[in-house]
């Protein structure tokens, strides 16, 4: 079965500098996607980075960007120059299809703190 | 166009009560899906609709759980004999075909039900 790890229940940083939030997961296919999901106090969901399993290049958004290890099943992402409205819940989620249905699975989440 | 909204946002339900909690998807969206947060979890997956076709319902936890999306637009998530474990977030998300498609799963702002 599918599983993601998030290790890290807490994280905190410092406005302007860099954090990275880690991620494994646990899959026997070869062509999958991943995702990071942010999700504010408000708790609205807001994809933040999506990366296809195929592809060797780390997907990047703005400050957002991922480093993802395909043989050891990692997928951190990393925020520069971190912002107050960072501040959230981060869940990193694999996507499963199968049998005409897909849904996500995630992970626990990081709170992720940002101080001024 | 608006984004996925949920009714009510707020609900709280005597121990027994049957509730029903609304999910309006993106318009145009032919995949919705509900998932269930325990507080301090991530979002767990209970089932898929593509169009009015529930095509996936192995996510609901008991037959207390119910979903259906009639006209493959609104969809209702109910809850019959609701019970103090039912207390979570209800999130809604929709997508715009099918998993196929492997598009990006866009979240409403969740529905927080709590028994007493």
């Known amino acids: 079965a599918q599983t993601v790890t998030q290790s890290q229940p807490e994280m905190s940083v410092q406005e302007a500098e860099t954090v990275t939030l880690s991620c494994t997961y646990d899959?026997?296919?070869?062509?999958?996607?991943l995702f990071w999901y942010k999700q504010p106090p408000s708790r609205q969901m807001i994809l933040v980075i999506r990366?296809?399993?195929?592809?060797?290049q780390n997907a990047t958004e703005n400050r957002f960007s991922v480093n993802f290890q395909k043989a050891a099943k990692s997928f951190s992402l990393k925020i520069s120059d971190s912002q107050l409205g960072d501040a959230a819940m981060y869940f990193c989620?694999?996507?499963?299809?199968?049998?005409?249905?897909?849904?996500?699975?995630f992970g626990k989440g990081t709170k992720l703190t940002v101080n001024p | 166009g608006a984004g996925v909204s949920q009714s009510p946002r707020y609900k709280v339900a005597k121990r027994g009560q049957d509730v029903a909690l609304r999910c309006d998807p993106i318009?145009?969206?032919?995949?919705l899906f509900w998932y269930q947060q325990a507080l301090g979890q991530g979002p767990e997956f209970l089932t898929y609709?593509?169009?009015?076709?529930?095509?996936?319902k192995s996510g609901l936890p008991s037959d207390r759980f119910f979903a259906e999306r009639p006209e493959g637009s609104v969809s209702t998530l109910k809850i019959q004999r609701t019970q103090q474990e039912d207390s979570a977030v209800y999130l809604c998300?929709?997508?715009?075909?099918?998993?196929?498609?492997?598009?990006?799963?866009?979240f409403g702002p969740g529905t927080r039900l709590l028994v007493l």
């Open positions: 998300a929709s997508s715009l075909r099918g998993p196929t498609w492997r598009e990006t799963q866009y």
């Open positions: 899959t026997s296919e070869s062509d999958y996607y």
């Open positions: 990366q296809e399993a195929y592809k060797q």
């Open positions: 989620a694999y996507r499963i299809t199968q049998g005409g249905s897909e849904k996500l699975v």
């Open positions: 318009s145009g969206h032919v995949s």
């Open positions: 609709f593509q169009n009015e076709a529930q095509l996936d």
